[in-house]
């Protein structure tokens, strides 16, 4: 990761426009982050079209990967937003590029679980009326 990378400022921002630090709080201490679930079933899953969205409240700034063939080879598109222009990822085989797909969301998925960790913990420092202290 580069300290310019796109993924992280979008994530910064969705983290700063979530609900109150509070309510964070009580859903990240009563349930662990876990990665999506793998399918049930030894199926192959069709490649072209495969799309995973990155977390976050507002379909204007989340990622979202799609997973497209083109003459032959497979391709990532990544995009941020509904009408960005996508950055292109490939050639890669069927393979990678699926599993290209889930790699960026699972690491987008804990960045922002860790993002809003930290600004429930910084808030929670920052606020001592909230933790029940005057």
């Given amino acids: 990761m580069t ?3 796109p993924t992280d400022h ?3 921002t969705i983290a700063s426009i979530l609900d109150p630090p509070q309510a ?12 999506p679930p793998l399918p049930a079933a030894p199926l192959p899953i069709e490649a072209h079209g495969y799309c995973k969205f990155g977390p976050g409240p507002m379909a204007a700034i989340r990622f979202k990967w799609t997973v497209r063939l083109e003459n032959g080879d497979y391709y990532v598109d990544e995009t941020i937003g ?5 950055i292109i990822i490939g050639p890669m085989s069927r393979e990678a590029a699926i599993q290209m797909v889930d790699n ?8 922002f679980e860790q993002l809003k ?4 913990g910084r808030s929670a420092v920052a606020n001592p009326v909230r933790n029940g202290e005057e």
Avoid: G, I
């Fill in 82 to 86: 509904e009408n960005s222009a996508p």
């Fill in 10 to 12: 979008a994530l910064a």
């Fill in 3 to 5: 300290p310019s990378d």
């Fill in 24 to 35: 964070h709080r009580e859903s990240t201490e009563q349930r662990p982050v876990a990665p």
């Fill in 104 to 111: 960026r969301e699972s690491a987008a998925r804990r960045r």
């Fill in 117 to 120: 960790s930290e600004m429930v």
